[in-house]
């Protein structure tokens, strides 16, 4: 996860909601926001570990910086300094116009797309519409937390088994490749 392009993603979806939304509401739209990243160009736009929690798929690194439980202080801190939580939304700590040089056209144009599809749902709604098993099939009903493996998620999005392995393989190749050169 970079915390810069989650930073410049959740600004931008707070401004379609003035500056305030029910943060489960921006959790699911980011989700599917994912999936359909995954299923048109193979990756997703938040690049976090998912998990299933009671109330369906969550973007787990988001999750705990919006509860402030993010094991990385400077990240938290970087967060902390723009947004806060309030009851269950989430808001802008000032109106700021953060850019958007981390998110492509593509990105944008996919979280368009998902929150016009989401808009005038309710948190209780969109929460009711991840555990639709034709939308995520991958969701699992617990109590706790249960990682979702992303091959899962891939399948759901139309890889097969095979597609899903080689997919997780180049994303371990890459991953390993950043760190190197980090």
Known sequence: ME????????????????GKVNYTKLI???YLADKECIRRFDYPITDNTYVCMKLGPVLEELYRLIRREYPVATVQAQWDSLFYKSSFDLLK????????????????????????????????QLVDEVHNPALCPETIK??????????EILKSVGFSEESAKVWQRERLFQDSLSEALA
Do not use: A
């Open 3 to 18: 915390i810069s392009k989650l930073t410049q993603i959740v600004n931008y979806f707070l401004g379609k909601y003035d």
């Open 28 to 30: 699911k739209e980011l």
């Open 93 to 124: 700590l000032v109106e700021n116009n953060l850019p958007l040089d981390q998110l492509s056209e593509n990105e944008i144009t996919i979280l368009d797309e998902i929150d016009n599809k989401y808009h005038d749902y309710t948190y209780e």
């Open 142 to 151: 617990t109590d706790s937390s249960v990682k979702i493996p992303m091959r």
